[in-house]
């Protein structure tokens, strides 16, 4: 049972690149979401897609951009990475409110 | 807007003593609130969900917490620490009724250490 599926597991970018990180979920929930771990910030939202051809802000959308392709897949783009967006990135989906979680991404933009 | 706040950043219990870590949140509707945990270099977790069918709610590992609507509380307790609860915990809000279904917001977190 694959679960959530994201790629890639570690990035490193330079100020003003970007990059797609890629998810998919093979359960097929509706509900699918992108946040940030920031050490004591705890998870942030960035956008969540309450079902396919929907997306949503969260919390912290800024320089960020979303897509939903199908039920399966939500990509999360940096148009032009900041240093401030270096972090680790989770994707989850959902049924019933209970969160799944992909193994994240630990991204550092220098 | 939804919020959870967890007042303590981080608890430090000796192993075989009750364990309290703290919640509040702010939901314009009734909210569904859950506790998640994440181990070291691990993923998270469900320990346990509230959804309104009974204000005590048990969880996995031995983990309660009980919702008070008049306090906006949701803390997480369990009567005995145990070495392996060390980790991060997560108190977590949805707004089931106001149309943002499925709007997951996470608090800061509470590092729990447990000495033995």
């Known amino acids: 049972n694959a679960g959530v599926t994201q790629t890639p597991k570690f990035q490193v970018l330079k100020t003003g690149q970007s990059m797609t990180l890629q998810c998919a979920q093979d359960?097929?929930?509706?509900?699918m979401y992108w946040y940030r771990q920031d050490p004591g910030m705890g998870l942030r939202l960035i956008y969540y897609?309450?079902?396919?051809?929907?997306?949503d802000k969260g919390e912290v959308p800024n320089g960020y951009n979303v897509s939903r392709l199908n039920k399966r897949e939500f990509s999360l783009r940096l148009e032009s990475a900041a240093p401030s967006q270096t972090s680790v990135y989770f994707c989850?989906?959902?049924?019933?409110?209970?969160?799944?979680f992909g193994s994240g991404t630990q991204l550092s933009v220098l | 807007a939804q919020s959870v706040t967890q007042l303590d950043s981080h608890v430090s219990v000796s192993e075989g003593t009750p364990v309290l870590l703290r919640c509040n949140y702010s939901?314009?509707?009734?909210?569904?609130l859950f506790w998640y945990v994440q181990h070291p270099n691990k993923g998270l977790q469900l320990l346990l969900k509230?959804?309104?069918?009974?204000?005590l709610v048990k969880g996995i590992n031995g983990f309660e917490a009980e919702f008070k609507k008049s306090e906006t509380s949701f803390h997480l307790t369990k009567p005995s620490a145990h070495m392996s609860d060390a980790a991060e915990y997560f108190c977590?809000?949805?707004?089931?009724?106001?149309?943002?279904?499925?709007?997951?917001?996470f608090g800061q977190g509470t590092t729990l250490q447990v000495k033995p």
């Open positions: 977590v809000v949805s707004d089931t009724g106001s149309g943002n279904t499925g709007k997951l917001i």
């Open positions: 897609s309450a079902s396919e051809g929907t997306t």
């Open positions: 989850a989906s959902s049924v019933n409110e209970k969160l799944f």
């Open positions: 509230y959804t309104s069918a009974a204000t």
């Open positions: 939901s314009s509707y009734s909210p569904s």
């Open positions: 359960m097929n929930h509706n509900s």
